[in-house]
């Protein structure tokens, strides 16, 4: 057999198997998972915040301006190691980060999107610090976050 029996063989074993599948559900559908199965930051309690934590949120903070002050570029500000760190610390972080950008309003919404898996800030706004504060903000108050 060529190469063009193969491919017509194989067109044909591709017709016949999607003929097979069910109407109502076609091949490149996945199942979503129950609600209370998923994964959501807003269903946790807030939990009190170590003053380790802070303390060391302050240090990657502090390091993560001082190293990419005169950058321009937010891929080099987000792939920085501190910044990587603060994402790292997880979501005991999440209200020190809102309480720093109702402080400082700054690049942290990345590392808040990345830790809540959520983004609350619309495409519209994209490149506005100060609306990526307040919806982030705005998006604290409704998950019961206090800072």
Do not use: F
Request: proline share 10%; hydrophobic share 40%; charged share 20%.
């Amino acid at each position: 057999m060529n190469a063009v029996t193969w491919k017509a063989r194989d067109a044909n074993a591709r017709d016949e198997m999607l003929s097979q599948q069910s109407p109502q559900r076609p091949l490149w559908t996945v199942p979503k998972k129950p609600r209370e199965q998923q994964w959501r930051l807003s269903n946790q309690r807030p939990r009190p915040v170590s003053p380790s934590l802070e303390s060391t949120l302050a240090g990657l903070l502090e390091r993560w301006r001082s190293e990419t002050a005169l950058s321009s570029s937010l891929t080099e500000m987000i792939l920085h190691p501190a910044y990587q760190a603060i994402i790292g610390l997880g979501p005991p972080v999440v209200p020190l980060l809102l309480r720093e950008l109702a402080r400082e309003p700054d690049h942290l919404g990345w590392a808040l999107a990345s830790i809540t898996r959520e983004n609350p800030v619309p495409a519209s706004d994209a490149g506005d610090i100060d609306a990526h504060t307040r919806a982030w903000l705005k998006w604290g108050i409704e998950h019961g976050h206090q800072w």
